[in-house]
């Protein structure tokens, strides 16, 4: 029995490496990748201005960090994460459906699951290197002239941390999204714009129904100034608690992809 | 001889569709052609054989051991769908050394293969050019470059010769010939009869998802000469075509088209009419413009088999 197992999860691991690096590579190679690589760039643009307003203006540098977490990391979190997670997560299986190349891979020697989790680390991965490179690029823009403090390296690396997290997490429910459901945009764009926004402005325990509670929870709080944005609801969860809600969620939906990918079958129109 | 692939009451249905209908049967190594008009069940066949479709009855075991969530198994099995659908994005080179690489070859290994796979299907020199630029009968030798790379036991065909141009089809039955002289087993489709005929003997007739018949094609030839033809001739002179043809033993049915332009004949002797037509022509100075034979295909043949 046991042997037997080992040899399923030899068999997983060996499927999640090949497709991983296939799909990582067809990945970089697509017109999609492209376009969102180009979109991913609007924050490091937004973060140019704002500098240069403050520049131009003389606004203190105590208010930078705030800027950063009020305007640029709701706009990672609350608009550019959930757009690719949602365009990447659902084509992890749509996209072989609609492009009928489900049959290059479910005819060869792979697991189901481990087609799923493959195309999900490679898309992982993807996102990450579209986001963070923004990231980096906007943060130290508005952080010019502070580079000298360490603190601004390790407040980067939060950032960084929070926004693999939501990657990993929109990417795993939206992947599930693609593998259950049919049509799985329109739902999508409801949970990530209706859903993820809405929840925010209920008080108490209902926020924690949404993945960006715990996300934001991981962010530092500043005081409400002019640049408050969104967040002044935000009844924070603690960060470790967020971390591993956030990681949970992740492997739940990933999990439950897996499952819906191995027992459906998936019929292409002829 | 051992089957390599056995169906056990085989039945596959989509909601109230019926794909498949209690097919119960083994093939053995060799070319072994499933002949049958669009829509018969050749493609359902084919994907619950690899493993792409969960039977709803029955049971589907190649080698002797089932395939749907069997992974394990498919790695000797090659599959070429009638879909044409790739990854656009990458050459054709990419494309044969990923796959390879997800069938768990080594990057140069995978290499090797795909060099070797592209020399087949004569694909060498355009190997770096991306497949979206690949014309059809391209498009049709990559597709099987990709099912033969990794050197399987079995190659599933379907449709392999569609849209391909005689030269292309030549040459792709060339290459199911070779493979099959290796000791492979090798299972095609295609709803054109002389399509099968050019590369076996060994055939499946299927229809609205029941198997009709198996065996030899000569068994088909023979139905096909008892079945009557019916053959249409558009020229100027319809009348004196028929007059001709009207005392002719093999003719059992004329019929004039409505702007008496079109002459259609039925005849029970296809090779009879055709061998005499020639000289009736000629000999008449009629002018023809087209000939055809709205039934001379498949589903008529089936039609006549079931009996419509």
């Not at chain 1, 208010?63 to 608009?79: A, G, P, R, T």
Request: hydrophobic content about 45%; proline content about 4%.
């Amino acid at each position: 029995m046991s042997s037997n197992r080992g040899t399923k999860l030899a068999l997983l691991g060996r499927t999640f490496r090949r497709v991983f690096s296939f799909f990582f590579f067809l990945g970089r190679r697509s017109r999609k990748t492209k376009v969102f690589y180009v979109m991913s760039g609007l924050p490091v643009a937004m973060a140019a201005v704002i500098k240069i307003n403050q520049m131009t203006a003389g606004t203190g540098r105590d208010v930078v960090n705030s800027v950063f977490v009020d305007i640029l990391m709701m706009f990672y979190l609350q608009f550019l994460i959930i757009i690719l997670a949602l365009f990447y997560g659902t084509s992890i299986c749509s996209e072989e459906i609609e492009g009928r190349t489900l049959h290059y891979l479910t005819t060869r020697p792979l697991m189901k699951s481990g087609i799923i989790l493959g195309k999900y680390g490679a898309y992982s991965l993807l996102l990450s290197l579209m986001v963070l490179p923004s990231l980096f690029c906007s943060y130290f823009v508005l952080n010019a002239g502070r580079l000298d403090r360490a603190a601004v390296y390790l407040a980067f690396l939060r950032y960084a941390g929070v926004m693999v997290l939501g990657i990993l997490g929109y990417l795993a429910f939206f992947a599930f999204l693609g593998t259950a459901l049919r049509r799985p945009i329109l739902i999508g764009l409801a949970f990530g714009f209706g859903w993820e926004t809405v929840l925010q402005y209920f008080p108490g325990s209902t926020q924690r129904f949404s993945v960006v509670h715990y996300l934001k929870s991981l962010l530092p709080r500043y005081s409400p100034g002019r640049f408050s944005l969104l967040t002044f609801r935000l009844e924070p969860t603690d960060p470790l608690i967020s971390v591993i809600m956030v990681l949970l969620i992740s492997a739940a939906f990933i999990g439950l992809a897996c499952l819906a990918f191995s027992l459906k079958e998936y019929i292409s129109a002829d | 001889m051992t089957a390599v692939i056995q169906t056990v009451r085989l039945s596959k249905w989509y909601g109230n569709v019926l794909g498949l209908n209690n097919v119960s049967l083994e093939i053995e190594p060799g070319i072994t052609g499933l002949l049958g008009p669009n829509g018969a069940g050749k493609s359902t066949f084919m994907k619950l054989l690899t493993g792409q479709l969960k039977p709803n009855i029955g049971e589907v075991l190649i080698w002797g051991k089932p395939v749907w969530n069997h992974c394990r198994h498919l790695s000797k099995i090659g599959f070429c769908s009638e879909q044409d659908a790739f990854y656009e994005e990458i050459s054709g080179w990419e494309f044969l050394t990923g796959l390879l690489s997800l069938q768990g070859f080594t990057p140069a290994a995978a290499g090797a293969r795909a060099e070797e796979a592209l020399a087949i299907v004569e694909l060498a020199q355009d190997k770096d050019r991306k497949i979206r630029g690949y014309s059809r009968g391209m498009r049709q030798r990559i597709k099987f470059a990709q099912a033969i790379a990794h050197d399987p036991d079995l190659l599933v065909l379907d449709e392999p010769l569609s849209g391909l141009d005689p030269l292309g089809k030549r040459k792709i039955i060339r290459l199911i010939k070779d493979y099959k002289m290796r000791g492979k087993t090798v299972l095609v489709s295609s709803h054109v009869l002389p399509e099968i005929e050019a590369m076996t003997s060994d055939i499946i007739l299927i229809h609205q998802g029941r198997i009709l018949a198996k065996g030899d094609i000569h068994y088909i030839r023979d139905l096909i000469e008892s079945h009557p033809h019916v053959i249409s001739i558009k020229c100027g002179n319809v009348r004196g075509l028929a007059a001709e043809f009207v005392r002719a033993g093999f003719v059992r049915k004329l019929d004039f088209g409505p702007d008496d332009d079109t002459l259609t004949v039925e005849t029970h002797d296809r090779d009879a009419f055709f061998g005499r037509l020639p000289a009736v022509l000629l000999e008449n100075g009629i002018q023809v413009e087209e000939i055809s034979s709205p039934d001379d295909n498949l589903q008529a043949v089936f039609d006549y088999l079931v009996g419509k």
